[in-house]
Every structure is written in structure tokens, then in C-alpha cells.
């Protein structure tokens, strides 16, 4: 069952992806951008990781999708509605692609018994490492260890595109 779970996480994430690159409007990509990233934080939680899944939800899927969205209120990019009632042709056929393929997933769980096989009798390693520091020691002993300098490169750079952002808003007033 866990099997059959991640492949619809995973499909919904992918197709929330898609979604973002071919949406037309940017509020539409900005929902399917949230689409993605909730169903990559089902995902974490079908691997235990608990906390990732948490602050996947809260800061990504929630403030900075927050701040996307008043980045396209500044913005006021105008839209015209009627083009998307057209649309609804490709809403079904959405619907038709994934009920197709979460029916193979389903078929292949039915006959194999996993859709993602392996044996579970023998911890992996990562279990070991979590039992001995846990979730959140395994997480931030390489992030402040041997990712310190692109941790730290990375706050800068998000540091320097909200300044960024602030100076292209005050310009345009």
C-alpha cells in the first residue's frame, strides 16, 4: 500500500510541476507549484522523515508561496478568464492520463504485491544512523558540517534577490 501511495505522491508532483511550466496564468502556476510541493511532503512523511515533511509544508508550500503570490499582486499581470473556460477539455484529459496511469500502478501492485519491491528483513544503513542520531542529527550533521559553505552561500544569495526585489519595487513607484 505504501507503494501505491508514493507513485500517486509522485504523480501528483510531477504533474504539479508540469503544471507550473505550462500553466497559463501565474496564480495557476503558483497552485500547481503548491500541488508539487504538498505531495512532496506526502512524500516525506511515507519515508519517515516527519520533519522534513513539516517544514516542506510550512515554509515552502506556505510562505514562500505566500510571497510568490504577492510578487504577482505587485506585478498585476492582467488575464482574461474566457480562455479558460477552453481549457476544460485538457482538465479532463488530465484526469484521464492520471486515472490511466494509477490504474497500471494499481495493476502492478495487484499482481507483483509492491510496486516498488525490495526486501525489508535487513535494515539499511540510514536506519541504523537515524536509531543512533535521529531524523533531525541526520539531517543537520552534513548540512552544518560538510555543506557549511553552500548553506551559508545559499542564505546570501536569497538574502541579496529580496534586496533585489525591494529595489525593483521602489524604482517602479
Known amino acids: 500500500m505504501p507503494g501505491l501511495i508514493f507513485f500517486i505522491l509522485a504523480s501528483v508532483a510531477i504533474g504539479g510541476a508540469l503544471g507550473v511550466v ?15 510541493l504538498a505531495s512532496t511532503a506526502g512524500i516525506y512523511v511515507l519515508l519517515e522523515a516527519h520533519f522534513l515533511a513539516a517544514i ?4 515552502y508550500a506556505g510562505a514562500i508561496m ?3 503570490l ?5 506585478l498585476n499581470l492582467g488575464h482574461d478568464y474566457k480562455k479558460d473556460i477552453r481549457g476544460a477539455l485538457a482538465v479532463l484529459l488530465g ?13 502492478r501492485v495487484m499482481i507483483e504485491g509492491s510496486a516498488l519491491g525490495g526486501d525489508e528483513s535487513m535494515p539499511s544503513p540510514l536506519d541504523i544512523e537515524i536509531s543512533e542520531k535521529g531524523i533531525i542529527g541526520v539531517i543537520a ?3 552544518f558540517h560538510s555543506y557549511l559553505v553552500a548553506f551559508e552561500f545559499t542564505g546570501i544569495l536569497l538574502f541579496v534577490a529580496i534586496v533585489g526585489a525591494l529595489v525593483l519595487a521602489k524604482r517602479s513607484n
Not at 505550462?22 to 508539487?36: E, H, N, Q
Not at 516542506?56 to 515554509?59: A, L
Not at 504577492?70 to 505587485?74: E, Q
Not at 484526469?95 to 500502478?105: E, H, N, P
Open 70 to 74: 504577492f510578487v504577482i499582486m505587485l
Open 141 to 143: 550533521d552534513p548540512l
Open 56 to 59: 516542506q509544508i510550512i515554509v
Open 66 to 68: 505566500v510571497l510568490f
Open 95 to 107: 484526469f484521464a492520463v492520471t486515472g490511466a496511469i494509477g490504474g497500471l500502478l494499481a495493476t
Open 22 to 36: 505550462f500553466g497559463r496564468t501565474p496564480v495557476a502556476s503558483l497552485l500547481f507549484m503548491i500541488a508539487s
